[in-house]
């Protein structure tokens, strides 16, 4: 009796520092364009998304997946393609991009969930690696090129996301519903059970649930809302082009969750917002950004390995 | 991001009583962007705010009472950094004028923006011909070279200077492809033979099976369809193979004096490529590298670092007799209409689709024994007058360009 009132109290004591801790990431993505570039701060948020839906695998998964370029890049491929050849309005771009991130996702997690581990890891940088020489060989891709000049159109033919505010809304509400959509994923029976899977597999296959179906699932969904982020910055940015696609994106959403904090909900956009800012401020030292970031990576796995925002929830004994 | 590389001048406003001009926020800024530590920062890079630098300085802009800034930034050669950087630069900084860019996917991104918000662009780093081409913009000038020019300099005169039977080495991409196909237009037009093709994959480090076929297909020319690392590694591998030295020829598409120097001139020799510009020409060149040298750790400027200067200075000009750097296109408009003249590029023009016109230079890189000392490096083959060096107006689908 007395242990059960614990946990509850504990649960409330979780969802209230969640609660707070939503209010304020929303009273500063609202203040933020006021002292921010507000491109700048898109970015960050498509950066945010992409790195929680990364996080939905590895934090809760466990499953360390090396090519979410694949689903990133793809969808703004496609996103960007859909709005400037085909016309389409930027609300049915951002769709088109997270079904093909979704598509894709499905795909490579078939092929890719049957395997643990390192190996997990490999094959998916093996098919994001195909992906990517194909992005660079495909003509309507634009090669090194990339597809320029993409506009961004009128939101459901009403609002011109050519303003900066309207376009800075838009993006900051898609952020924001996709964060909310994984806190809730993250909180349900499902994603009891793909914690459970995180913890020891063999025993839920024990318990009887069909582990694969949970992490074919979870796949899915997490590259899904890394196409939203994808196509949501090609639109921002006008641009869609092979860094999007290329390796070292992957790796960069592992390092901006990782120094965020695995497993944490808000980790990763804290994450997003110290690496993307860094590169952006740092730009000046040009390669020197990349010996930075490492140098941050290796602090960051010696001295606090659950990550800013994992040691913050630890000092302050909450879950954040 | 922003790097306030210096001050060119300081306003006296007190003693040019007699005209006021209306500059945007009361100061002239010219942001230099490139790529200032990777593959390109030798041949662009800080030389290029150095270039810049030196032009406004030439050009007396302190006497004349207007105030310039140069900002310089690096794009790390990649699009989506480029135009984070120019969009920054324009919204927050109130940059007019972009200059510069290698890298031609980060230019076409940027010439977008420039359109978008009408401020101007001078590009001399990046190569793609359709920036002048379909991708042509009111607000854009494209002065020192581009692929067009590159393939037409180098199939054309090696062709007429007995270089019949060519085999291509090409990048398997849009870029290789599209060099590959216009150069062998050229030699084919001319009357020379395309041999044999072979494509390598991009990024690639490993050119010998690719550079034996090559060498066995027994072709006078091996032209080299491939730009950056894939160009030094391939001259290295072809040295080692002794392909030079058997009688066949290097011939570098799209290659710049920094990358001569970073090779060696036991390992280039005999390549042979088209430029723009070098600093052994005339005098007047060589007053120029002599003074830019020495401030640019020994780097001898490139045809892109001259571009960025002699651009520069048009644009000082045409501001000075326009009164005002406001609107974009009014700039450009003023730019085509004044003819173009400076020490380094001579008499010109910029033509409606943005296009700067002048000479291009065959050059063939020479023995060790022929040079002098460092940066010795070219004898010149032959000059391709203004008029032939560059892509026909009407050829370009430029739709500025009324027919």
């Not at chain 1, 997946?65 to 709005?83: C, E, N, P, Q, R």
């Not at chain 2, 002098?372 to 689908?397: C, H, Q």
Request: net charge positive.
């Amino acid at each position: 009796m007395k242990q059960e009132k614990f946990a509850i109290a504990g649960l409330q004591t979780r969802s209230r520092s969640e609660a707070i801790g939503f209010v304020l990431m929303v009273a500063f993505v609202a203040a933020a364009p006021l002292f921010i570039y507000p491109v700048l701060m898109m970015k960050i948020l498509c950066f945010a998304l992409f790195a929680c839906a990364f996080n939905l695998l590895i934090g809760y998964v466990g499953l360390l997946s090396f090519g979410h370029a694949l689903f990133f890049g793809w969808a703004s491929y496609v996103s960007a393609y859909a709005a400037k050849v085909w016309g389409f309005t930027p609300e049915l771009a951002i769709i088109a991009g997270t079904l093909a991130g979704a598509g894709l996702g499905l795909v490579a997690g078939l092929v890719a969930i049957r395997r643990q581990g390192i190996y997990f890891a490999m094959i998916t940088l093996a098919l994001a690696q195909m992906m990517y020489f194909f992005a660079v060989q495909a003509p309507f891709t634009g090669g090194e090129d990339g597809i320029q000049a993409v506009p961004r159109g009128k939101l459901f033919g009403l609002i011109d996301l050519a303003d900066q505010t309207a376009m800075y809304v838009t993006v900051a509400a898609i952020f924001l519903g996709g964060f909310l959509l994984i806190s809730r994923i993250i909180h349900s029976p499902f994603g009891e059970v793909l914690k459970a899977i995180r913890e020891n597999e063999a025993r839920a296959v024990s318990l009887g649930y069909k582990t694969e179906r949970y992490k074919l699932l979870a796949f899915v969904l997490s590259a899904a809302l890394a196409g939203t982020a994808g196509a949501t910055k090609a639109l921002i940015l006008q641009l869609a082009s092979l860094t999007d696609v290329h390796w070292s994106m992957s790796g960069e959403v592992v390092l901006m969750t990782l120094v965020g904090g695995l497993g944490t909900v808000f980790g990763p956009v804290v994450g997003a917002y110290v690496i993307i800012g860094m590169q952006n401020y740092l730009a000046q030292f040009g390669q020197w950004v990349t010996v930075i970031q490492g140098v941050i990576f290796v602090v960051c796995v010696l001295l606090f390995r659950r990550g800013i925002v994992g040691e913050l929830a630890a000092l302050l004994r909450i879950r954040l | 991001m922003k790097r306030v590389i210096g001050f060119a001048a300081v306003a006296l406003a007190l003693s040019c009583g007699s005209v006021q001009a209306q500059w945007s926020d009361g100061v002239i800024k010219i942001g230099v962007m490139n790529d200032m530590s990777g593959t390109y920062a030798d041949l662009s890079g800080p030389g290029s705010v150095l270039a810049a630098r030196m032009a406004v300085e030439d050009f007396g802009a302190e006497k004349k009472g207007m105030k310039v800034e140069i900002l310089g930034a690096d794009h790390q050669n990649k699009p989506d950094v480029g135009s984070n950087v120019v969009r920054t630069w324009i919204d927050v900084d109130k940059v007019d004028v972009i200059v510069d860019v290698p890298t031609s996917s980060v230019a076409l991104a940027v010439n977008e923006i420039v359109r978008e918000k009408n401020k101007v662009f001078l590009i001399s780093g990046a190569a793609a011909s359709n920036l002048t081409g379909d991708k042509c913009s009111p607000n854009t000038v494209h002065w020192t070279y581009d692929t067009w020019s590159l393939a037409n300099g180098t199939g054309n005169a090696i062709v007429k200077t007995g270089g019949k039977n060519w085999f291509f080495l090409t990048a398997d991409y849009a870029f290789g492809h599209a060099l590959e196909r216009d150069t062998a237009a050229v030699v084919e037009k001319n009357g020379g033979k395309v041999v044999g093709k072979v494509r390598h994959p991009f990024p690639g480090t490993d050119f010998s099976s690719f550079l034996l076929q090559a060498q066995a297909s027994k072709a006078q020319i091996i032209g080299l369809a491939n730009a950056g690392s894939d160009t030094i590694n391939s001259i290295k591998q072809a040295s080692e193979f002794g392909i030079v030295k058997g009688g066949q020829n290097l011939a570098a598409l799209l290659a710049f004096i920094t990358d001569v120097h970073a090779l060696g001139l036991p390992t280039a020799q005999g390549l042979i490529m088209t430029e723009a510009w070098y600093w052994d020409l005339n005098d007047n060149n060589r007053e120029f590298a002599k003074k830019f040298a020495p401030q640019n750790k020994g780097v001898h400027p490139t045809m892109v670092h001259a571009g960025v200067y002699s651009a520069v200075m048009h644009y000082l000009k045409a501001l000075e007799a326009l009164k005002s750097d406001a609107d974009g296109k009014a700039v450009v408009e003023k730019m085509k209409s004044i003819p173009t003249e400076d020490k380094l590029f001579g008499k010109g023009e910029i033509r409606a689709d943005g296009r700067h016109i002048h000479p291009m230079y065959l050059f063939e890189v020479k023995k060790p024994a022929e040079s002098k000392g460092a940066w010795d490096y070219y004898k010149l083959r032959a000059t391709i007058p203004a008029n032939e060096a560059f892509r026909p107006l009407k050829d370009g689908g430029c739709p500025l360009v009324k027919s």
